[in-house]
């Protein structure tokens, strides 16, 4: 990218103070994929950044980029979409800043991907729109979906080892080393960790899942059960493939172990 002044559509993965009045945040672009830029004054801001730097804010975006700094610099923005109802639910926000973070965590700087864009957006626009409960399966679908588009899509349809296909009751195994699913006898023969446990039904689900385009996606009904083994499957894969887990994923985990723990204390 030469020197110069650019506009773009951008979706905000991060956000957080700096000194005393900057702000430093990660923009996913329309025009050039992930960017980290500087908001100078904006803490002082009362009308040219207030309530558009926010995480989950969709803006038009008018930033400066010079080669000898690694963060644009922040002129302007102007609010498109705030995503309101995201940020008032608990578990919409939860779902709305995992799918950010993933995108920021598996994508590189300067990339441009306008599917990656649309996506995000496209699925923020639907937790928007809809309950929180509908937060985890959406997540679900977001997760499979952009690893589909980033080129990581997990093998669903058989056994990466001997190609035989997924029955029901067959005893099939999700390995995130082996890239897939993995049948019990291959498990047993490579002396491999089973992995996770996957019903024949999950893994149509998720092959579904990536597999269609949004206007489909409501065909897809799964169960709690169903959700919850997707969650373990997704989960296990991403922290394989990134060599970490996500920090959002952390503190969920952490949060929902203190609401058990306090909600026992309140019904010892």
Known sequence: MKKGLYNTGA???DSFDYGESDR?????????????????????????????LDILTEIKLIFFHNEKSDLARVEDAALVDPFSRVKSDVAGFSGG?????????????????????GLLRDFLKLLDSCAGAEAGAL????EIKLLALLGFMPHLTGCVVCKTDIREGAGIFFVPD??????????????????????????????SAARFDMGQLPRLKPGAACLKE??????????????RELKTKKFLAKMNAAANIESCIKSY
Do not use: N, W
Not at 139 to 142: E, L, V
Not at 231 to 242: A, P, R, S, V
């Open 11 to 13: 979706l905000i993965l």
């Open 24 to 52: 430093i945040i990660t923009f996913y672009t329309s025009g050039f994929g992930k960017l980290k830029g500087i908001a100078k004054g904006a803490r002082r801001s009362r009308r040219r950044f207030v309530g558009k």
């Open 97 to 117: 800043c995992c799918m950010a973070e993933l995108v920021s965590e598996m994508t590189r700087e300067g990339q441009a991907s306008p599917q990656v864009y």
């Open 139 to 142: 997540t679900r679908f977001f």
């Open 178 to 207: 082996k890239g897939g699913a993995v049948c019990r006898p291959c498990c047993a023969a490579a002396g491999a960790a089973p992995g996770f446990s996957m019903s024949a039904g999950t893994a149509m689900f998720l092959s």
């Open 230 to 243: 997707s969650e373990k499957i997704l989960d296990g894969f991403i922290k394989h493939q990134l060599g």
